[in-house]
C-alpha cells in the first residue's frame, strides 16, 4: 500500500526553530513536496526534493533521504503567520503529475 | 502568476441533488485534479485529467463524475449528493512532468461543500 505519516499537530514558539517530519512507502519515488496552507486557504509550494540531501530557501529548508523514506521540513526563526499546516507530498510511480498527500501537520506558533 | 479559480468558496445543497462545481485555470496547463479534504486524512485524490476529454480515477471517485470540455475548464459533478460528500474540494492543475522535471500543482481557493 502506499502510506505517508506526519505528525498532525506541533507547537513552537516565535524565533524558535521547529522540524516537521514526513516518513513514506510508496510504489515507487519520483519526487516529493512540502505545501504550506493556512487556515480557509489553498495549499502553496514551499518545496521539492528529488535527490537525497538538504535544500535551504530562506528560513525554510527540506531535507530528504531516498534510502530512509524519510524527508523533514526545517523552519527557522519563526514568525507567527507560520502558523498554518504543513502537507508532505510524494510523487509514486508513473508520469501523469499524481500526488499522494500526507495528513498534513498542524503548527501553532506561540510568542 | 498561475491562477486557479472556483466557481463557490461556499455553497450548501439539499441530499439528492445534482451539484457542479467548476474549476478554471489560467495558465494552459494540461494537468487538472480534483480532491477533497477532510480533518484528519488530509487530500484525497477523486479524480484528474492530463488532456482534454481524458479522465482517469483517483482514489475515492464513488459518488463523482468529472467533465473536462476545455482544456482550462475541469468540471466535478455529484449526481446526487450525500451527506458524507460534505467537504473542502479543492481543485488544482499543473504542467505534464517530463523527464526529471516534477511541476508543482497550483491549487485554487477551494469550495467548502455542506450537503444538508
Known amino acids: 500500500g502506499q502510506n505517508i505519516d506526519q505528525p498532525t499537530e506541533m507547537t513552537a514558539t516565535e524565533g524558535a526553530i521547529v522540524q516537521i517530519n514526513c516518513t513514506y512507502q510508496?510504489?515507487?519515488?519520483?519526487?516529493l513536496f512540502w505545501y504550506q496552507q493556512h487556515a480557509g486557504e489553498a495549499p502553496t509550494f514551499l518545496s521539492y526534493?528529488?535527490?537525497?540531501g538538504l535544500e535551504e530557501k530562506g528560513r525554510f529548508s527540506s531535507f530528504l533521504s531516498r534510502s530512509k523514506g524519510y524527508s523533514y521540513l526545517l523552519l527557522k526563526e519563526l514568525q507567527m503567520k507560520d502558523s498554518a499546516s504543513y502537507l508532505c507530498?510524494?510523487?509514486?510511480?508513473?508520469?501523469?503529475?499524481?500526488?499522494?498527500f500526507g495528513q498534513g501537520t498542524t503548527l501553532q506558533v506561540k510568542p | 502568476d498561475v491562477k486557479v479559480t472556483q466557481s463557490s468558496r461556499y455553497l450548501v445543497k439539499r441530499t439528492g441533488e445534482k451539484v457542479f462545481l467548476e474549476c478554471v485555470q489560467d495558465?494552459?496547463?494540461?494537468?487538472m485534479f480534483w480532491y477533497r479534504q477532510d480533518p484528519g486524512l488530509g487530500l484525497r485524490l477523486i479524480y484528474f485529467?492530463?488532456?482534454?476529454?481524458?479522465?482517469e480515477k483517483g482514489d475515492i471517485p464513488e459518488g463523482y463524475s468529472v467533465s473536462r470540455e476545455k482544456k482550462e475548464r475541469f468540471s466535478l459533478i455529484l449526481e446526487s449528493a450525500s451527506t458524507n460528500q460534505t467537504s473542502m474540494y479543492l481543485c488544482?492543475?499543473?504542467?505534464?512532468?517530463?523527464?526529471?522535471?516534477?511541476?508543482?500543482?497550483?491549487f485554487g481557493p477551494g469550495t467548502r461543500l455542506l450537503v444538508l
Open positions: 495558465m494552459d496547463h494540461e494537468n
Open positions: 488544482a492543475s499543473s504542467l505534464p512532468t517530463s523527464g526529471d522535471t516534477k511541476e508543482t500543482q497550483y
Open positions: 507530498a510524494v510523487f509514486g510511480s508513473g508520469n501523469t503529475g499524481k500526488l499522494i
Open positions: 510508496t510504489s515507487g519515488f519520483n519526487g
Open positions: 485529467s492530463y488532456d482534454v476529454k481524458m479522465k
Open positions: 526534493n528529488v535527490l537525497d
